[in-house]
């Protein structure tokens, strides 16, 4: 499978944005999708993850009631819709699968990951 991220972009706090990670090469609908984010000086962190069927998401306390994840999978594309920007937001965004039912919140149990879409939130 193959993952791109896009969306990114410079955005204003209290602004909002949407990223797209399309897939490829996959059974789009057989993957759990995974959006984590590493900013400057730190590391990569869980932001939120969706199951397959796309009716149970979950989220990282940072995000939760500003971000929604969702998931098309007739489009092979999973979306992290931000609200409510602030400028602790920006990072590199990416998307990730792991090749099981259940979902995680860790890197390591993911084998996938898109390029990663750069975010910037400014005061």
């Known amino acids: 499978v193959q993952l791109a991220g896009v969306g990114g972009g410079l955005v204003q706090a209290g602004g909002s944005l949407r990223l797209s990670c399309v897939a490829s090469?996959?059974?789009?609908?057989?993957?759990?999708m995974t959006w984590f984010r590493q900013a400057p000086g730190k590391e990569r962190e869980f932001v939120s993850t969706?199951?397959?069927?796309?009716?149970?998401?979950h989220y990282a306390d940072s995000v939760k009631g500003r971000f929604t994840i969702s998931r098309d999978n007739a489009k092979n594309t999973v979306y992290l819709e931000m609200n409510s920007l602030r400028t602790d937001d920006t990072a590199v965004y990416y998307c990730?699968?792991?090749?099981?039912?259940?979902?995680?919140?860790?890197?390591?149990?993911?084998?996938?990951w898109g390029q990663g879409t750069q975010l910037t939130v400014s005061s």
């Open positions: 090469g996959h059974t789009f609908s057989n993957l759990i």
């Open positions: 969706i199951n397959r069927r796309g009716d149970y998401t």
């Open positions: 990730a699968t792991r090749p099981d039912a259940v979902l995680s919140t860790s890197e390591r149990d993911h084998d996938t």
